[in-house]
């Protein structure tokens, strides 16, 4: 399956799942991919006491580490009600940091002037990472790598 084809699938089993658990309204939803080519989604956990929420994408990376598969790419969108286009979220830097677990190479889908479809590494979209500071074997214990 080519990048293009990847990236497309994410998309739509996002859209897909924000239509379904929020037919009105606003909606959001993530979808992690694996090496194994599997995907997961999840959605963010809503509560009244805001420091409670996780992010939308944690869900997704949850299931990924509970089958101990590598992620490989991670896709968050967003809409403001039903009848507005979609948004792609880059993801925070407690989500960069979650992701890069996995290794910069996770490709992530990134915000765009244009509200395209783009993605890149971790390592692209934080070039100066703190871990950059560390020698490799010292950071290993810390990722599946």
Not at 3 to 28: C, H, N, S, T
Not at 30 to 49: K, L
Not at 76 to 92: A, G, I
Request: hydrophobic residues 35%; charged residues 20%; negative net charge.
């Amino acid at each position: 399956m080519s990048e293009k084809d990847i990236q497309q699938k994410m998309a739509a089993l996002a859209r897909a799942l924000i239509e379904k658990r929020y037919p009105v309204g606003w909606g959001g939803a993530a979808v992690i991919r694996t090496a194994e080519d599997h995907y997961f989604t999840s959605v963010a956990i809503e509560t009244a006491n805001s420091s409670a929420i996780l992010c939308i994408e944690v869900g997704a990376m949850c299931e990924a580490h509970k089958v101990n598969e590598k992620v490989t790419h991670c896709l968050c969108l967003v809409r403001d009600d039903e009848t507005s286009p979609y948004k792609v979220l880059s993801p925070c830097g407690i989500c960069q940091e979650r992701l890069r677990y996995w290794g910069g190479d996770v490709q992530v889908g990134v915000t765009t002037a244009s509200g395209g479809l783009k993605f890149v590494t971790l390592d692209e979209l934080q070039p100066y990472h703190w871990s950059g500071a560390y020698p490799p074997e010292e950071l290993e214990h810390f990722s599946p790598n």
